[in-house]
């Protein structure tokens, strides 16, 4: 009886050893490439700036911010790109998007948010949701502004109009950023 039992053990630790062997086997032989590489040193990693160097530049060229658009919080908005992007305390990006400018644009410079609106007309007749407004430009209202119903129509150009539109989301992000008195860069 002794000698089935260890026949019986010998056996199962026979399949359990080739059993483990073949899924070491099927591991080793689907390891990704860039897994069997050495690691680079720490220097070397693209996320680790080398000592003296400056700010990584963005992967994306959107989020890179027009030179002379001021420091600090801010809403910067490039009249030539037809872009804003939304800036921290830190002077990094938490969003940019692009927008469609009014037929009236604001002189390049530094302004305030003066106003703000939930939901009104917008001067083409067109129902707005979070107006940000900070300039005025020969009695014509600029701000920024979403249509309630995601259109973003390129404006009448025989109409003065103020209002710079972006998509719903972007408006969302604009309204809970640039509350009264937040500052606007508008750069050409």
Known sequence: MARSSSGFVAGLTAAALAAVGFLAYQA???????????SPAPAASPSA?????GPKKPADPAQALPKQSGSGVRVVYSLGERRVWLVNAKDTVTRTFAVVPSTVDPAPGTYAVTSRSGSVAGSDGVRIEHVVRFATVDGVTVGFSAAVDGSLPTPDPSRRTGGIRMKR????AMWTFATVSSKVVVVP
């Open 169 to 172: 989301a972007d408006g969302d």
């Open 28 to 38: 080793s032989a689907n390891v990704p490439a860039d897994l069997s590489a050495a």
């Open 49 to 53: 700036p080398a000592p003296g160097a």
